[in-house]
């Protein structure tokens, strides 16, 4: 089964509204959580990443939350814009053999 | 300038033919990884370089081989290369050490088999 799962594949948001992308997993051994954002025919870039040893990290209009018991991370994109329309991978990852699973993704559209 | 590169970055083969995609990296990095990525599959781990020489299987390293004789280059091949292996391939590396989430990706292989 998914180990990181996005169940929704799509999100539309209008501009200036939040976006909330979320992620769940099944492994208690993950320790990395991490969100990536993804460009039609480009990579991925990473966007923020947090550790279990936090539940909350801010980064300008981006916000992680992280629930532990609930094997649950969520993105929070205050003020969205229409540039921020893209798909976003979740990712998460832990233990000694430096490997991150990924979710399928969530495209976020965001209309002017 | 940190960066990962990828050669070559649009490649068409025909089944049967051996396949060769190179990654590069400017970072030291000791880690380095080979991901797929299909639509509807999300991005699947093929093959973890530890260090030089140091390769490990990820979640689907069925017909492929990994090569890593310097830290800087990761190669991947595809020997004998398949319909289903028509894919984009990513290459991406990370301090291991320290936070692993943070990967950097090279831009993308778009490999087609025919």
């Known amino acids: 089964g998914q180990q990181v799962k996005q169940s929704s594949p799509s999100l539309t948001v209008q501009e200036g509204g939040i976006s909330i992308l979320n992620c769940d997993y099944e492994n208690d051994m993950f320790d990395y959580f991490a969100w990536y954002k993804k460009y039609p025919d480009n990579s991925p870039t990473l966007l923020i990443s947090v550790r279990s040893n936090v539940d909350k990290r801010e980064d300008g209009r981006l916000t992680v939350f992280l629930n532990k018991s609930g094997k649950h991370f969520s993105l929070h994109i205050t003020a969205s814009q229409p540039e921020d329309t893209a798909v976003y991978l979740c990712a998460a990852g832990g233990g000694s053999n430096y490997k991150l699973t990924f979710g399928k993704g969530t495209l976020l559209t965001v209309t002017p | 300038d940190m960066k990962v590169t990828q050669m070559p970055r649009y490649l068409i083969k025909r089944m049967g033919e051996n396949v060769l995609l190179e990654c590069g990296q400017d970072m030291s990095h000791e880690t380095m990884y080979w991901y797929r990525q299909d639509p509807g599959l999300g991005l699947q781990l093929i093959y973890i370089?530890?260090?030089?020489?140091?390769?490990s299987e990820g979640d689907i390293p069925k017909g492929y081989r990994v090569s890593r004789k310097k830290r800087e280059h990761f190669s991947l091949i595809l020997d004998s290369a398949k319909t289903n292996q028509t894919s984009v391939y990513f290459c991406?590396?990370?301090?291991?050490?320290?936070?692993?989430?943070?990967?950097?990706f090279g831009p993308g292989t778009r490999l087609t088999v025919l």
């Open positions: 991406a590396s990370s301090s291991g050490t320290g936070n692993y989430a943070e990967q950097f």
């Open positions: 370089s530890y260090d030089v020489d140091s390769n």
